[in-house]
């Protein structure tokens, strides 16, 4: 009897069998139930989390001027509409080129049938190395010369004409953790100066303590249509934004997200964004007919983290490369701070 009841025992040890009462069972059973309840942060049973608000933090845009050649137009067209979120709001020319006629905030660009309606709140602004209005570019104005510390080193010493820079010094919203905008940039450079010097660019750059400890750095680049012929920078490592080792550029007629006009018989064919009435649309080749043409990158949308509260300044900036002739310009859109950590990306939307 004694091993029979030693035997016993063993099998209910190995078996994870409780000597308990029954009373200890149910406050057992008791105990998860508490546990899972718990468990749901809003305690409504329906085991969902709570996890606080999502998407972008919306502001009141019903008031603001968003049309117009003022500086306080340009705020409301790209949709900054919260004066406490401004500091200061400035645009200028780095090389003191004439800036008068290159900004303006429209309620489009081109034909009014075309692909580039506004994302956001019915208005727009507009940047460029040359005139800009809602109607079609037509002409080309130069200016000072300067050079591109940003240039890939075999360019390094190409002069850069017509910089252009807007400058938003900014706080954050404290339930901020990243900010996101949409743009379009066009460039008559597409598609005869691909991988060459005119390079025509749009830099956005961030000053910001949580992006590089606050250095100067450039925040929207993609993949090069030819990375081994030409590349802007290649990643280093611990840089923001992109793969170690990896070869990208910014944006302008080298980035991949371009919509191809004719080079290398536009491979991976794609329906190209109507830019109808832009002044910037395709033709074969601009160099035998002499027209004034061009291409586009389609809509793009940058997204970068940032922390709560945090004062950062944003420059976006725009210049022609290697010549003062042939232009370019950009649609800038729906800046929006997001409640949400944001993924440092840029990339096309419809």
Request: some cysteine; proline content about 5%; glycine content about 8%.
């Amino acid at each position: 009897m004694t091993c029979m009841r030693f035997s016993l025992i063993l099998l209910f040890v190995l078996s994870g069998a409780s000597f308990g009462s029954c009373d200890d069972d149910v406050r057992d059973r008791d105990l998860e139930s508490d546990a899972d309840a718990d468990s749901d942060s809003d305690g409504d049973s329906d085991s969902d989390t709570d996890t606080g608000p999502s998407g972008p933090i919306e502001q009141d845009c019903s008031d603001c001027p968003a049309v117009g050649i003022t500086m306080d137009n340009m705020l409301c067209a790209i949709d900054i509409c919260s004066t406490d979120l401004v500091v200061s709001n400035t645009y200028a020319s780095p090389t003191t080129s004439p800036v008068d006629g290159t900004y303006e905030a429209v309620a489009h660009f081109g034909d009014g049938s075309n692909d580039l309606a506004p994302k956001l709140n019915g208005s727009y602004a507009l940047m460029a190395t040359g005139p800009a209005t809602g109607t079609e570019h037509n002409e080309d104005v130069g200016g000072n010369s300067g050079t591109d510390p940003y240039a890939n080193d075999e360019y390094a010493d190409t002069l850069t004409y017509n910089e252009m820079e807007w400058t938003l010094d900014l706080i954050a919203p404290e339930q901020a953790h990243g900010f996101s905008f949409k743009y379009v940039f066009f460039s008559e450079e597409y598609d005869d100066f691909i991988s060459t010097q005119f390079n025509d660019k749009f830099y956005v750059f961030i000053e910001a303590a949580s992006t590089n400890g606050g250095e100067k750095s450039i925040l929207n680049f993609t993949d090069c249509r030819e990375p081994d012929v030409y590349h802007d920078f290649v990643c280093a490592a611990g840089q923001t934004g992109c793969n170690e080792g990896e070869k990208y550029c910014y944006i302008a007629i080298n980035s991949a997200l371009s919509d191809c006009c004719w080079f290398n018989d536009c491979p991976d064919p794609q329906t190209p964004t109507d830019i109808t009435g832009t002044g910037y649309e395709c033709a074969m080749d601009q160099l035998s007919d002499g027209a004034a043409t061009g291409s586009s990158t389609g809509w793009l949308m940058t997204s970068w983290p940032i922390n709560p509260g945090e004062t950062l300044t944003l420059t976006f900036h725009i210049h022609d490369t290697g010549d003062g002739v042939l232009d370019s310009e950009v649609i800038l859109d729906s800046f929006q701070f997001l409640y949400d950590f944001t993924v440092p990306e840029t990339s096309p939307i419809e």
